[in-house]
């Protein structure tokens, strides 16, 4: 089963590693932090925070949106193509399939989301800004972050077009995101108001749990600048990602499975 | 068997399991519907087919396009689920991955991943099957040689042309030197070389114990190399036998050539259904009712010459058409 799964994967790394557009991606969050060097200048004494602030941005933002591509591209292309026909003929299962095309997106983001954080530290180091714990926390959260969405994505993918999962993939992350916005715009609407959006917000992976910085939790103001959250929440936040993240792929796989590949 | 005992039955007792073990393939009854979300349309693309293939046999599955030869096959490798019938492949019942592990399948003008090259592609099914990273080495060099892809074995698959990417897919479905192998128009896109290539290649399958399940529009090849024969038309099957007992062995007609001295021939084409004359040959066709012994004495009187004279009997091609067109709507 673990060779099956790692041979997709593999195979879906290779084939990932060969779409440009994620060289563009790379190039812009390698300009964005130039940018956030050159902002940091203008601002005074501020040029460690600006450069945390842009590189976890870009992080999250272009992390999520290489997700949300990937994920609604991938699957729908071995279908589309038919070069799933001579896979699924052999002695794999179907949500093996669905599970290996997971893993070898996890792989793409993680080294996409290495190089983004790389990036980060070397223009951190070029500040003197130096790396803090809170920031090695904030990149660990990007990144599940990230691993949550490609699993939203590829759950849009397994029935529907790219085009319309890459719609209800990224409404689901900015509705995820904002979260707690969207509770505090509803607290004084009506009742039914507020069922619903309570409603609509249970059914949305709460991924703003991975973007924490400048919130209020339990009373306490947490920054990546300052005072960040412990260890143990961030194994908290992975937690919930997780569960997300095999509830998604077992809806996906289960829908995967009852296709019909003509 | 005539013709009428060898056509295709819809409705057969149940295949005991003793029998079922020497059956690499059993369908029976099966039926695939497709059905549009909203508008209540619907299309039924296999309308009970049944037919058993023996093991050790190569066996054609023929039909015109759209007759449902494709999905058959699809749904027997698991791509596409069934509306109703069973079917058992090396004595499981499908869906079985047990039965997939022992099976070599090349699809309909294969796709693959056209980035990786033969090598590539080859150690990607031997990983599926679960060869050792040693034994999937040994078998792709040994299958690339086999397909004829040695020199081209580095370039990526993108650049091979329809020919080279079916040997490519007949590569990668032996990679587990599998008891079954299902090739959906293996003959599709090769060049009459390739074509024998491959026909080669099936009967050495044979030859080693496998069993062999190829659909295919080229009907030559069929009567060529396959021990039976199944003829498929709108969903069904219309015929399933050895190709001896599926086409008649009446008399059809008689071909004669023969060589004449004069131009004007009008007395020897009487009665022909077929005349050909060119230059001092005459090539005529007569009907299976004809005299033809008659005939040849009256064309030696007219001082021709006798070249060759042949009985047609009925082809593969005669028994398609006809059953294609019989076919019910």
Do not use: C
């Given at each position: 089963m673990?060779?099956?799964?790692?041979?997709?994967?593999?195979?879906?790394?290779?084939?990932?590693?060969?779409?440009r557009v994620l060289y563009g991606i790379l190039v812009l969050v390698i300009g964005s932090n130039l940018l956030a060097v050159f902002l940091g200048q203008l601002s005074v004494r501020e040029a460690g925070r600006v450069a945390r602030d842009v590189g976890l941005a870009g992080i999250s933002l272009f992390g999520s949106l290489t997700a949300i591509f990937l994920g609604v591209f991938l699957l729908y292309t071995e279908v589309q193509r038919r070069t799933i026909h001579a896979i699924v003929s052999k002695p794999i299962s179907r949500w093996e399939f669905v599970v290996g095309k997971y893993a070898g997106m996890v792989l793409v983001l993680t080294v996409l989301v290495g190089v983004f954080a790389a990036a980060m530290i070397v223009m951190l180091g070029v500040q003197g800004a130096g790396v803090s714990s809170g920031v090695v926390k904030a990149l660990v959260l990007s990144w599940l972050e990230v691993l949550t969405v490609a699993a939203i994505a590829i759950f849009f993918s397994s029935f529907s077009?790219?085009?319309?999962?890459?719609?209800?993939?990224?409404?689901?992350?900015?509705?995820?995101?904002?979260?707690?916005?969207?509770?505090?715009?509803?607290?004084?609407?009506?009742?039914?108001?507020?069922?619903?959006?309570?409603?609509?917000?249970?059914?949305?992976?709460d991924v703003h749990l991975f973007a924490v910085s400048g919130r209020t939790l339990d009373g306490?103001?947490?920054?990546?600048?300052?005072?960040?959250?412990?260890?143990?929440?961030?194994?908290?936040?992975?937690?919930?990602?997780?569960?997300?993240?095999?509830?998604?792929?077992?809806?996906?796989?289960?829908?995967?499975?009852?296709?019909?590949?003509? | 068997m005539s013709l009428l005992a060898a056509r295709a039955q819809p409705a057969r007792e149940a295949v005991s399991c003793e029998r079922l073990a020497d059956l690499a393939i059993d369908v029976h009854e099966l039926t695939k519907t497709y059905r549009t979300p909203f508008a209540r349309t619907k299309v039924e693309a296999l309308r009970g087919v049944t037919f058993s293939v023996e093991r050790g046999h190569i066996f054609g599955f023929v039909g015109p396009n759209g007759a449902g030869k494709t999905t058959t096959i699809r749904t027997l490798m698991g791509l596409i689920r069934p509306t109703g019938g069973t079917a058992t492949l090396l004595g499981e019942a499908l869906p079985s991955r047990t039965a997939r592990a022992k099976i070599g399948f090349l699809p309909e003008s294969p796709y693959f991943y056209d980035y990786l090259n033969v090598a590539e592609l080859c150690d990607l099914a031997g990983r599926l099957f679960g060869l050792t990273p040693a034994l999937r080495k040994r078998r792709a060099d040994e299958l690339i040689e086999k397909v004829g892809l040695t020199r081209a074995r580095g370039q990526s698959l993108k650049k091979f042309s329809k020919g080279m990417l079916q040997r490519a897919g007949l590569a990668q479905a032996l990679m587990n030197d599998p008891e079954l192998v299902v090739l959906d128009e293996p003959m599709s896109g090769l060049d009459p070389i390739g074509r024998k290539e491959v026909r080669d290649l099936i009967l050495e399958l044979r030859d080693a114990g496998k069993t062999v399940f190829f659909s295919t529009h080229i009907l030559s090849d069929v009567e060529a190399i396959t021990d039976r024969v199944a003829i498929v038309a709108r969903g069904q099957l219309q015929a399933h036998g050895t190709p001896a007992e599926l086409v008649s062995k009446t008399l059809q007609g008689v071909d004669v050539i023969v060589r004449v001295a004069t131009p004007d021939v009008a007395a020897l084409t009487e009665g022909a259904t077929r005349v050909r004359h060119v230059g001092d040959e005459l090539a005529v066709t007569f009907g299976a009712q004809t005299d033809v012994d008659a005939w040849i004495a009256r064309a030696h009187a007219a001082g021709a010459k006798i070249v060759q004279v042949t009985p047609r009997h009925e082809t593969l091609e005669d028994l398609f058409v006809r059953e294609v067109a019989e076919a019910k709507p």
């Open positions: 673990i060779g099956r799964i790692w041979a997709i994967a593999l195979n879906t790394f290779r084939e990932a590693a060969r779409i077009t790219p085009f319309l999962s890459g719609i209800f993939a990224l409404a689901m992350w900015v509705i995820g995101r904002l979260t707690p916005d969207l509770e505090a715009a509803t607290k004084f609407a009506a009742p039914w108001i507020q069922a619903t959006t309570k409603l609509a917000l249970e059914i949305v992976p306490t103001a947490v920054s990546v600048h300052g005072d960040f959250v412990p260890w143990s929440y961030v194994a908290l936040a992975g937690a919930h990602g997780l569960g997300w993240i095999a509830a998604l792929l077992a809806l996906a796989a289960l829908l995967f499975h009852r296709r019909d590949f003509v | -």
